[in-house]
Nanobody
């Protein structure tokens, strides 16, 4: 069982930036960042393959968000730039024990506790 510890998040005005970190207690194949706004389903924002570094981004965040990994620190990062009010949500780090990047939350095996991101207009 991989434990995921998130940090970062907070409140920012539209156009600002925030960074999230997720430290994993062990190795997995794929790490993803999901978000869930009130009344909405949890959606994948971005994901990265530990081994290859291949990435996936939701269309809504392409060009604004960047996911990266530090192999030595077993940590994944999500840099969020040009934030918009619609980015407001609880952001979750998730780990998948398979080499393929999947977009559905049910395909991920371990979850962080979540961190709030609030973007004001």
């Amino acid at each position: 069982q991989v434990q995921l510890i998130e940090s970062g998040g907070g409140s920012v005005q539209a156009g600002g930036s925030l960074a999230l970190s997720c430290a994993a207690s062990g190795r997995t194949y794929v790490m993803g960042w999901f978000r869930q706004a009130p009344g909405k389903e949890r959606e994948l924002v971005g994901a990265i393959s530990w081994r290859s570094g291949d990435t996936y981004y939701a269309d809504s965040v392409k060009g604004r968000f960047t996911i990266s990994r530090d192999y030595a620190k077993n940590t994944v990062y999500l840099q969020m730039n040009n934030l918009k009010p619609e980015d407001t949500a609880v952001y979750y780090c998730a780990a998948r024990n398979s080499i393929l990047i999947e977009t559905q939350a049910r395909e991920y095996d371990n979850w962080g506790q979540g961190t709030q991101v609030t973007v004001s207009s």
